[in-house]
């Protein structure tokens, strides 16, 4: 139950990330540029602050720290610039289903065979996300939209299996903040970029508290998830912030939304009850 209870906060505060932006760039408050910059800029110091608190060090010269902070960084860089064209929805679409589909082949490729329950469970919950996100009318996909939030998905798949080794999260955590913002900060070479005190306030709170925080927690937690089940609980994201959307800042909710909800966690339901095979083995 407790690991339940923590892995739904962490999806939570993964949503709030959505929404937060959303909010942040479509209300003119920040650029797309400067919120990402603001998002890891603060996030590094917060965890690093805290790391410093409790008398601990960041392993700032591991491999495995320099592989979280690039796939961190590609993640941010790619979310970022992909949304200046993609529509919202259907950016997340290609997001979550990139990073389902990497965390389901790696763990196939490694050792960890989803049974056909998880598979039914990631299908039934992938289904009800096409069926939430896809536009209702056709819209074209800007080609390099595409090709950066797909981008994005692998960076996150790939952070999230390099987090599943760390052995002390929050440094871990802060490690990766800290190196990846430099990475991040090239974006102000090629992008031009503007500030709001308000887009500031919100860039802080994602960075720092659900961003910051939410993935120390994210990687606290991992150890205990089986990977499939990792990949397949965080389609639950999309779902929650289009419910806090409609919820905080009044966007349109119906019949299909809360049908594809069900889908969504029913889907998950199957997939987390479910036990993983050995590698060759259903």
Not at 39 to 46: F, K, Y
Not at 99 to 104: D, E, G, K, L
Not at 154 to 176: C, E, F, K, M
Request: with cysteine.
């Amino acid at each position: 139950m407790r690991i339940f209870l923590l892995t739904a906060l962490v999806m939570v505060a993964f949503a709030a990330n959505s929404v937060l932006t959303r909010f942040a760039i479509a209300g003119g408050h920040i650029d797309p540029t400067g919120f990402a910059v603001v998002r890891v800029l603060s996030g590094a110091v917060l965890l690093a602050l805290l790391v410093v608190l409790r008398g601990g060090r960041m392993p700032l010269l591991r491999r495995q720290q320099g592989l979280g902070a690039v796939t961190l960084a590609i993640y941010i860089i790619g979310f970022s610039l992909a949304y200046l064209t993609l529509d919202a929805g259907l950016g997340a679409l290609i997001l979550f289903g990139v990073v389902q589909i990497a965390m389901f082949a790696h763990g196939a490729l490694f050792g960890v065979t989803p049974t056909p329950r998880k598979l039914l469970g990631a299908g039934v919950a992938f289904a009800g996300l096409v069926l939430v996100l896809w536009p209702s009318q056709g819209v074209a996909v800007d080609p390099l939209g595409a090709v950066l939030m797909i981008a994005a998905g692998l960076g996150w798949a790939a952070y999230t299996i390099i987090g599943r080794g760390a052995s002390d999260p929050l440094a871990g955590s802060a490690g990766n903040f800290v190196i990846c913002t430099p990475l991040v900060a090239i974006l102000l070479l090629v992008q031009p970029t503007f500030y709001t005190p308000a887009g500031i306030a919100l860039g802080v709170v994602c960075g720092a508290v659900t961003s910051g925080l939410g993935y120390a927690l994210w990687y606290a937690v991992l150890p205990r998830l089986a990977q499939a089940t990792a990949a397949v609980v965080q389609l639950s994201v999309p779902v929650i912030a289009i419910l806090a959307g409609a919820l905080l800042l009044a966007e349109p909710l119906g019949a299909k939304v809360i049908i594809a909800t069900a889908l969504v966690l029913g889907g998950i339901g199957l997939a987390v009850s479910a036990r993983s095979a050995p590698a060759g083995r259903s």
